[in-house]
């Protein structure tokens, strides 16, 4: 009989340890909360942390060669269809803060400044709260990359909104409507029309609007012959519906099946009379009959995600001193597994002022801040007997979207 694996969280580290996980011939489903940190971010798809390799590439004097991916990261960005991962040079995005930055990969809907040289980057103006084309514009055209690949950005009256509430309504709902083929056919048409107003352009910057159930950017840009893309948002982009969208299909396709409900506990135990073997058992919130699996994976994200939690001990301590020391995190369910930040074991952090968060939070020079870094102490990926970890839920990892894929990966592979 196949083995049985059940992976616990649906962010981009439980797509990567199913997918895995199949193709060693496992039986695989999945459960899920609902929304981790893979939903909250904006689309770039990083190895590491962004402002790690651009201080590294200052200090170095020039940008550092991108690593490739590895086959089985590859073949599964390919197989999930929503990634752009160059083979050899970064991507550069523009943030809507007025950053251009380099990434490993992108959401395909992200306009990719890579390879632009001495072009005009049309910023169109659009009544919408979090868009200011102007000020993106100025900051952007001020941008080292930009001053040296010659990239100037020029905010233009296009009128890319439609409808008086796409002045209000969120960022996703914009992008659903580019779903449309009709409406992004009205788009292409106000683009090109802004295109030649300005008397050509190289490129064209939008908000996070291009699409909700797939990115919708590639179609505009064939349409009007020049890239046309998102600029990165910091949190809530519709990049990450677009990341379930294709997550959705991947796992029908290759038959996980994924249902939604909180775990709150995981315990290895033998369940049911007559199991064969040792099995673990998850224990989902408002169900009597645990489920089982030979193996449990732990993707259940950290403390963005929701995966970990912070909890420190005075918070039950109501008037009283609490009770004990304790270190201030606990995982969102209760599993035989222990608590570190990559460096060894929490020790207790807590004073009676609170949590010492000068040393606990706040990241200095390469070492990221606890907050980011606390997880699950484990062996490459195994937590216990029977449950391995993948993604942020891992104590110490980088947090990123191709780190969530590494770790997913050898998950999959060692259930
Ligand atoms: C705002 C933001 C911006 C980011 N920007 C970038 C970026 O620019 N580039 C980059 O590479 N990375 C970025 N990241 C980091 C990256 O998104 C994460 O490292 C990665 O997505 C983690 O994936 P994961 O699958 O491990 O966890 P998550 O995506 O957090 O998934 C965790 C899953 O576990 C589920 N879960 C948790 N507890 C339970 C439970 N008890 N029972 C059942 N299910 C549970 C959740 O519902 C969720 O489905 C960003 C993260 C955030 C939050």
């Known amino acids: 009989m196949a083995r049985s694996v059940l992976v616990i969280g649906a962010g981009v580290a439980g797509l990567a340890a199913a997918w895995s996980a199949r193709r060693r011939g496992a039986s695989v489903a999945m459960i899920s909360a609902g929304v981790g940190e893979t939903a909250l971010a904006g689309g770039a798809v990083d190895d590491l942390p962004w402002e790690q390799v651009e201080r590294a590439a200052r200090l170095l004097g020039g940008d550092l060669p991108a690593r490739d991916l590895a086959p089985a990261a590859r073949q599964l960005a390919t197989e999930l269809g929503l990634w752009d991962v160059p083979q050899a040079e970064a991507a550069r995005l523009a943030t809507v803060a007025g950053r251009i930055r380099p990434a490993r990969g992108r959401d395909r809907a992200l306009l990719d400044l890579g390879p632009l040289r001495r072009t005009r980057v049309l910023v169109p103006r659009a009544p919408r709260a979090a868009w ?36 209000r309504i969120a960022d996703g709902d914009l992008a659903a409507r580019h779903d449309d083929p009709a409406r992004l056919h009205w788009l292409a048409e106000r683009l090109r029309g ?3 107003g300005a008397g050509g352009a190289g490129a064209i910057l939008l908000g996070p609007w291009l699409g909700a159930r797939a990115p919708r950017a590639e179609a505009l840009s064939a349409r009007l012959g020049v890239p046309v893309g998102e600029a990165l948002i910091g949190a809530g982009s519709p990049a990450g519906l677009r990341f379930e969208a294709a997550r959705d299909v991947l796992l029908d396709a290759i038959g996980v099946a994924r249902r939604h409900g909180r775990v709150r506990a995981v315990s290895e135990a033998r369940v049911g009379p007559g199991d064969a073997g040792e099995r673990v058992a998850v224990h989902v919130e408002g169900e009597d009959v645990p489920l089982a699996a030979d193996v449990v994976i732990l993707a259940i994200g950290g403390l963005a995600g929701g995966g970990i939690t912070y909890a420190p001990p005075e918070r039950g301590a109501g008037t009283d001193l609490p009770a ?30 609170g949590p010492e968060l000068d040393v606990t939070t706040w990241p200095r020079g390469e070492r990221p801040g606890a907050l980011e870094a606390v997880g699950i102490r484990c062996a490459g990926v195994r937590a216990a007997p029977g449950i391995l970890a993948a993604g942020a839920a891992i104590a110490g990892r980088a947090r990123t979207v191709l780190d969530a894929v590494t770790t997913g990966l050898r998950a999959g592979d060692e259930a």
């Open 132 to 167: 200011d084309a102007d000020a993106l514009a100025e900051a952007l055209t001020d941008e080292p990359f930009a001053r040296a690949r010659g990239l100037r950005f020029l905010p233009v009256d296009a009128p890319v909104l439609r409808f008086d509430d796409e002045r």
């Open 194 to 196: 802004a295109i030649e």
């Open 324 to 353: 004990r020391g304790a270190a201030p995190f606990a995982l969102s369910l209760a599993a035989p597994v222990a608590l570190g930040d990559g460096r060894g074991q929490l020790g207790v952090v807590s004073s009676m002022q």
